[in-house]
């Protein structure tokens, strides 16, 4: 599976839009994004993913560049239960593993 | 919505005991795995199990872990030896065969081992 880089925190005001970049520039053809998050030591919930259309769904959007070797995830909304870190993980095929790597710690505000 | 339940929600244990822990996946899913999270480290992958046999599995899942399913709705993970480092939470999660969301994997609440 391809390796990504996300940056290890972030900041956004509540009510605003976040917007988490993950880069993946050796991703292959075969593989999806995909963006769990995790909040606070609570098991990883699925939130999204994509091959490259961007993708919309009650929870977020992701928006993965035309080369596919970025994408970002954007909660529109974001609120204080948001707070969580997110994890963007590329992998090919349903029903295989997924690599966490360390993720971006979004942290909500007032 | 339908969960992924696992008990207990914390174990603890000596080290060198055997361990079994439990989850109930959700009932239509047939692809089940195991991760861990040792305290302050990544979600690691331990296992993936499908159709009542080991799809895959890290370097982790040595001969002291194995995995079985043992009627209709668990799920174990079972530790022979318990060391000092098997402290960490265990997390399953299962997935659907068919159906609208296939690449979904969903999480339990994880169980807390701790080995002293």
């Known amino acids: 599976d391809a390796k990504t880089t996300q940056p290890p925190s972030m900041d956004c005001a509540e009510g605003r839009a976040a917007n988490l970049p993950c880069n993946h520039s050796?991703?292959?053809?075969?593989?999806?994004v995909y963006w769990y998050r995790q909040i606070h030591s609570q098991g990883p919930q699925y939130i999204i993913h994509g091959l490259k259309n961007n993708e919309t769904n009650e929870m977020a959007s992701l928006i993965i560049t035309e080369d596919r070797k970025s994408s970002t995830l954007i909660l529109p909304h974001a609120t204080l239960r948001d707070t969580a870190v997110y994890y963007c993980i590329v992998k090919a095929g349903t029903a295989s593993k997924l690599t966490f790597g360390t993720g971006t710690r979004l942290q909500v505000t007032l | 919505e339908p969960e992924v339940t696992q008990t207990p929600s914390h174990q603890v244990t000596q080290m060198g005991q055997e361990v079994i822990l439990r989850c109930v996946p959700i009932s239509n899913h047939l692809y089940f795995y195991w991760y861990r999270q040792i305290l302050g480290q990544k979600v690691e992958f331990l296992v993936s199990f499908y159709n009542n046999e080991i799809s895959e599995k890290s370097e982790i899942f040595d001969d002291q872990f194995s995995v079985e399913r043992p009627d209709g709705s668990n799920f174990t993970l079972k530790i022979r030896s318990t060391k000092l480092e098997d402290s960490a939470m265990y997390f399953c999660?299962?997935?659907?065969?068919?159906?609208?969301?296939?690449?979904?994997?969903?999480f339990g609440p994880g169980t807390r081992l701790t080995v002293l």
């Open positions: 050796t991703i292959s053809g075969n593989e999806y």
């Open positions: 999660a299962s997935s659907e065969l068919v159906g609208t969301r296939v690449d979904e994997q969903f």
